[in-house]
């Protein structure tokens, strides 16, 4: 997929203004009767997951955080799609570490959707050591090549891009900021260069953190209490129509 110089920015403008994306456009339709379903991305999307345990729709496989939840919404929401859920999330990864696993662990189980959450380690794992703009940069250019290679195999599949979130407390601090919205604003752009459906995760956070504090839904800032793994699957599926 390509754009002129001036169709991007009036996308991507047009993105930023409104919250809720329009329907899924072009050829990347879902089977009606059944479906594979990924979830990819670090800790966040692993959540413990039993990786000897590689079959589909596993509770063990799934880990204890959003994947469950949402494998366990739709197969009860739609039984005659018979949706197969895989959970490919690794713990501590970055848009690197994707990269070097992605075709045994996305492209080889061809999902007709993919779910990606990753940024807060391409973040946590440089701060301080490496200059803000390399980091986003990096990070960008690489998530692009990573959704560009799938889309190039893979030419159906619908994509989902999860908003990277933190919330002050526990390990994030003000030394994240601004490095961690321009990460932020730069995992938009990538979701709009794979006509993805994005799901802003972040200031979702922050309000919900306005009425209880933050560590009721990340204690440590960056991984999801029980109550924030609900809130990511909630905004996923109000976001993801399926």
């Known amino acids: 997929m390509s754009f002129t110089r001036r169709e991007f ?84 990864n970055i848009v690197p570490d994707l990269q070097a696993r992605w075709q045994g662990d996305t492209l080889d189980l061809k999902p007709t959707l993919l779910s990606i959450l ?22 960008e250019a690489g998530y692009r090549a990573l959704l560009d290679r799938t889309q190039a195999v893979l030419p159906n599949i619908r994509i989902v891009v999860l908003e990277p979130f933190v919330l002050r407390t526990g390990a994030v601090t003000d030394a994240w900021f601004p490095e961690f919205d ?10 709009n260069h ?21 560590a009721y839904w990340a204690a440590d800032g960056v991984h999801p209490t029980a109550a924030g793994h609900e809130a990511i699957a909630r905004q996923w599926i109000d976001r993801v129509k399926l």
């Not at 063990?60 to 197969?84: C, N």
């Not at 321009?182 to 979701?191: E, K, Y």
């Open 9 to 92: 920015v009036t996308q991507a403008a047009v993105m930023l203004a409104s919250s809720r994306l329009m329907p899924w456009s072009g050829p990347r339709s879902i089977d009606t009767d059944a479906a594979v379903l990924l979830f990819q991305g670090d800790s966040i999307t692993d959540c413990g997951r039993d990786r000897a345990t590689a079959t589909a729709n596993a509770t063990r496989a799934l880990g204890t955080g959003y994947p469950l939840l949402l494998a366990g919404i739709l197969r009860e929401r739609h039984p005659e799609r018979d949706f197969q859920v895989f959970n490919r999330g690794i713990s501590g």
């Open 194 to 214: 794979a006509d993805a459906r994005f799901v802003p995760l972040h200031e979702m956070f922050q309000k919900r953190a306005a009425r209880t504090g933050p």
């Open 182 to 191: 321009q990460l932020r604003t730069a995992c938009r752009r990538v979701a």
């Open 118 to 139: 990753v940024g807060v380690n391409d973040i946590w794992h440089t701060l301080g050591k490496t200059p803000a703009d390399e980091v986003v940069t990096t990070y």
